[in-house]
């Protein structure tokens, strides 16, 4: 009996898991600047951040420019801070809990579309049970595996959205090679035509100075 109610309850607690996670990614268009903000219920959880700007609104443009990203805590002081980034990740401690915000700038003249990311991690069961001596050890393996598969989560997503930029600019640059191969030939079937004009112009030039 004792086993088999051990067993549920580590069935509960991995069923809870996903829920102890305060997380949101989102994928927005960028014109100059938006703000976005985030609840942190607990003094020294970790947050993770990531973003990558995906693209430009013009597939004639490609940019290194990158946003601007500033960090705030509830009582507006800033806590981190990254300039002119294609893409960053990073974390930080939460020092006061309450409404985070995260503000993004786009020095850019184009529109641009940004993937953001940001994960709170808080093991509440693990703080309510590690005095508990029988389940002390467990819940702090499961403590564990949960922050492991978190950060391959994390991760996952960074990578995800690096590929979609890279598929992206790979794209445009097929489309602007094509574009490009196109205009050599216009222009050199342009010049070949020319060339013929300016031929048959000398030709018939000799021609008649022949004739007199």
Known sequence: MGARSLGLGVFVVLCLMPLLRNAGAIRFVIDRGDCFSHNVDYEGDTVHV????IKADTPWHYTEEGVDLVVKDPNGNQI???RDKISDKFEFIVQKRGVHRFCFTNKSPYHETVDFDVHVGHFSYFDQHAK?????????????????????Q?????LEA???????????MGRRAVH?????????VAASVVQAYLLRRLF???MGMSRV
């Not at 490009?180 to 050199?188: D, I, Q, R, V």
């Open 50 to 53: 990531s973003f990558v700007v």
């Open 80 to 82: 981190h801070d990254c």
């Open 132 to 152: 508990d001596e029988h389940f002390g050890a467990l819940f702090e393996q499961i403590a564990k595996l949960d922050e492991a598969l978190y950060n391959i």
């Open 154 to 158: 994390f991760e996952q997503h960074w």
């Open 162 to 172: 690096q590929t979609d930029r890279q598929a992206i600019l790979n794209e445009n």
């Open 180 to 188: 490009k191969a196109l205009f050599e030939s216009a222009a050199l």
């Open 204 to 206: 018939e030039r000799k």
